[in-house]
């Protein structure tokens, strides 16, 4: 057949939701740019395999209570599929298909040997215990082990996932095949062959991400006034990285809200504070603002650190910044993507600018596959060579074809997907 119109459409209606209709418009948008056949842009529209589960848990009450769990992994083209596990009470199958196709682009942005996934479990994770958590962890890594492995599907931390979860997935992984088997999971705590610096990967890459992005524009990292959505992994020790370049940061927020301070925050008393108090509830510096209002202050970066879809079109005509840096994924919307444009105010688009984490889980695996491991120093500067290739291939693309950073970022990731999927043809 010569192209998809003779060929039967196979809506996936399973999938079908905002976030992953956002991340196929997305990828329409960049398929003319992108050299790839009819024939490989269909298939790379869908994920390869989805994977629903039922996790009873049993409560610290005696109730026993069934968490709905996820994996989707979009594509296996290029190596095992990669991509983080988050708890979260909007987790679906179609938002973890979205976050899937986005790891995939990521991922082959960055010229790592992996395919994207996602999954995570429907929960609200701060209403459960430790031990709660520890059983419902165990319960959906022990439902997933006949499609997870090193070579086949390595999962790594999200949102409201860390360092303990992962140690709970290699634990339960591990126990079953008889033998330690560190490179199932990436994230892992530093004691059982975690990487140095992967706990500060995705925010310190997002500042590389921003530095490079001030040379290009011709301004100053130190003079810039920044303002932070989200306080967690990301957002957190973004803020710091900021300021340990001599940036002021203006205002954070976590899901306690925001603030504000026009003078500049003093960053690293709040993380010692919202580390020991779980967020910035009851901090007392600077003026408290809403996430909307915090949005929409006047400064230079706003760094997106939260979650999906903060930016839209009934917020994007009303943003002061003039840089946006998403270290969350999906966090503007197409309609905001188009408003932006119009305004002139770029975007460092969240496959290039959060690549941070999942390029040192890959420094994690591959210490881990080799059981040979290397310095803090040897992997910041690794990272910080892969950000700055990634970043020059996107800047080039764009101004090349005259297209936003977002889908020049897009075109850099699905011409080495497609490049592959037509070398290796359609099997059988
Ligand atoms: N969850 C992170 C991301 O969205 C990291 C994934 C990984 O390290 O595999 O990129």
Redesign the pocket.
Known sequence: MASTEHAPSFAHLEFDTPLYRTAVAQFDQAVPYSEITDGVAERLRYPERAIIVSCPVRLDDGRRVVFPGYRVQHSSVLGPT???V?YDAHVSLGECAA?AV??TW?CALLRLP?GGA?GGVRCDPRALSQPELERLTRRFTSELLPFIGPQED?????MATNEQVMAWMMDTYSMQRGHAVPEIV??KPISIGGSVFRHEA?GAGVVMVVARACERLGWRLSEQRCVVQGFGNVGGIAAQELVDRGATVLAVSDVSGGVWDPDGLDVPTMSQYALEHGSLEGWEGGTRVGNEELLELECDVLVLAARENQVHADNAPRLRCRLIAEGA?GPTSLEADAILRERGIPILPDILT??G??T???FEWVQDLGRLFWGRDEIRAKLAEKLNDAFDRVWEIGGEKEIPLRTAALVAGIREVGAALDARGLYP
């Open positions: 990669k991509g983080g988050r976050l986005w790891m990521k992996y996602k390595i999962p790594a931390p999200d990436t994230g995705t994924n959060n690549a984490g999942v040192v889980s890959y």
